[in-house]
């Protein structure tokens, strides 16, 4: 049995693990990955202010975020296809984050739907939405997340178009699989997946497939994507989704400050700081780079998540000490996901707990609302 210390180790145990074709769509990025590697070596080069003899026998990660209680400000970012990395594995990362007390996000791109997770688990889980083209199906998506009763609406604005992911392309991705004889290999080659996933129906995208116009064809998804998803997503947009769904809004995919002021005006709850995990534009800088002008400009009035790059409970760290009050995981918990199922990201979820805990009693802190830019050195120096 292999020894999980880290991330890392989940990471390693996925890749053995699941077909190379849905490995790589999650551990990839658009292009020269050149984003998608800065989001965690930006993370590399902040270091921590060691502080000594102060009282740590009171310490407590809690706090809330958009106005719900959590046990650590943590939420596990929504991921497409979920369920081919592990079989039903949206509803195990939904019952995973619910027993760690943080938020899970459903993807509109999973392949368990809104309704069956919401069957499968009794905690109020937040709903991710793309915007498409036929706007009457985005509304019943919106629907359907009230209905189901999730308690909190994460809009993506980054995805509108698909960024070019080399491995995707190269791989030939699709879902359900094709049965061509690499796919075939690779999927033999992994015979614990294949029989996990023999035993769920849930094997395409739940919330989308019979439900709109079209949506029936998924060989090639970046082709998919472009006829479906709807390039004209524009800030009017944004006001007729806020009352469609009347409940907290989370706007993600902010990553420049002149977009950071233009969420503030659609009176959104919070504003998640992020370039999708490095997996849209090639060439943007890291989130955590940008977290501190953006906390600048605008921290004082909406509150502000960020996700990208984060690996370990010192990044989280280091992000709540830049200015985040919230900050989502997306990688992290798939490794866990799909290297043992709901126990893995239970077990990504304790890693990063621990990590956190221990990290922020070593630079002399107790509670998570503490933690500030005085508790890091950027660039070598303090800030
Ligand atoms: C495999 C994969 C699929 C993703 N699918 C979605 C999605 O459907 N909707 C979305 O808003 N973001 C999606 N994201 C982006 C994540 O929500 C998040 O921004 C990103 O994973 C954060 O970076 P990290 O993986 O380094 O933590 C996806 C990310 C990955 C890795
Ligand atoms: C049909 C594929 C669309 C991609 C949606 C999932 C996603 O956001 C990602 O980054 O991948």
């Known amino acids: 049995m292999a020894v999980v210390c880290e991330i890392r180790d989940l990471e390693r145990l996925a890749r053995r693990r699941v077909p190379k074709m849905f490995f790589d769509y999650a551990n990839s990025?658009?292009?020269?990955?050149?984003?998608?590697?800065?989001?965690?070596?930006?993370?590399?080069?902040i270091k921590l202010r060691q502080r000594v003899a102060v009282d740590m026998s009171d310490r407590s990660l809690e706090t809330t975020l958009v106005g719900q209680r959590v046990s650590m400000p943590v939420v596990l970012a929504p991921v497409g296809l979920t369920g081919m990395q592990y079989p039903d594995g949206e509803i195990a990362a939904a019952r995973a984050a619910a027993a760690a007390g943080v938020p899970y996000t459903l993807s509109t791109m999973s392949?368990?739907?809104?309704?069956?997770?919401?069957a499968a688990t009794t905690t109020p889980f937040w709903f991710q939405l793309y915007v498409m083209r036929d706007r009457d199906f985005v509304g019943s998506l919106i629907d359907r997340a009230k209905a189901a009763g999730c308690s909190a609406l994460v809009l993506t604005l980054d995805l509108q178009i698909l960024g070019q992911r080399h491995n995707d392309i190269r791989n030939g991705l699709s879902t359900p699989p094709k049965f061509t004889p690499k796919h075939l290999w690779q999927m033999a080659t992994r015979p614990g997946w294949c029989l996990r996933m023999l035993r769920t129906r849930n094997r395409t995208f739940g919330n989308?497939?019979?439900?709109?116009?079209?949506?029936?064809?998924?060989?090639?998804?970046?082709?998919?994507?472009?006829?479906?998803?709807?390039?004209?997503?524009?800030?009017?947009?944004?006001?007729?989704?806020?009352?469609?769904?009347?409940g907290p809004l989370i706007l993600k995919g902010i990553l420049d400050v002149e977009d950071a002021r233009r969420a503030l005006d659609t009176g959104a709850d919070a504003i998640?700081?992020?370039?999708?995990?490095?997996?849209?534009?090639?060439?943007?800088?890291?989130?955590?780079?940008?977290?501190?002008?953006?906390?600048?400009?605008?921290?004082?009035?909406?509150?502000?998540?960020?996700?990208?790059?984060?690996?370990?409970?010192?990044?989280?760290?280091?992000?709540?000490?830049?200015?985040?009050?919230?900050?989502h995981i997306g990688r992290a918990y798939i490794y866990g996901l799909a290297a043992m199922g709901?126990?893995?990201?239970?077990?990504?979820?304790?890693?990063?707990r621990k990590e956190l805990d221990i990290t922020m009693a070593l630079c002399g802190e107790r509670r998570v609302a503490d933690l500030s830019r005085t508790n890091l050195y950027h660039e070598g120096r303090q800030d």
């Open 208 to 246: 989308i497939v019979g439900h709109a116009k079209g949506v029936d064809d998924l060989s090639s998804l970046s082709s998919w994507t472009s006829q479906q998803f709807d390039p004209r997503l524009s800030w009017k947009d944004i006001e007729w989704v806020k009352q469609r769904w009347g």
């Open 29 to 45: 990025g658009a292009w020269t990955e050149s984003t998608y590697r800065a989001n965690s070596e930006d993370f590399a080069r």
């Open 272 to 327: 998640s700081v992020s370039n999708h995990g490095g997996r849209q534009l090639d060439g943007a800088p890291s989130s955590i780079s940008v977290l501190p002008e953006i906390v600048d400009a605008v921290g004082d009035r909406i509150e502000i998540h960020m996700d990208g790059g984060v690996r370990s409970g010192q990044d989280v760290l280091k992000a709540l000490c830049l200015g985040a009050k919230g900050v």
């Open 111 to 118: 392949i368990c739907s809104i309704e069956t997770v919401a």
């Open 342 to 352: 709901g126990p893995g990201v239970s077990l990504a979820l304790d890693i990063i």
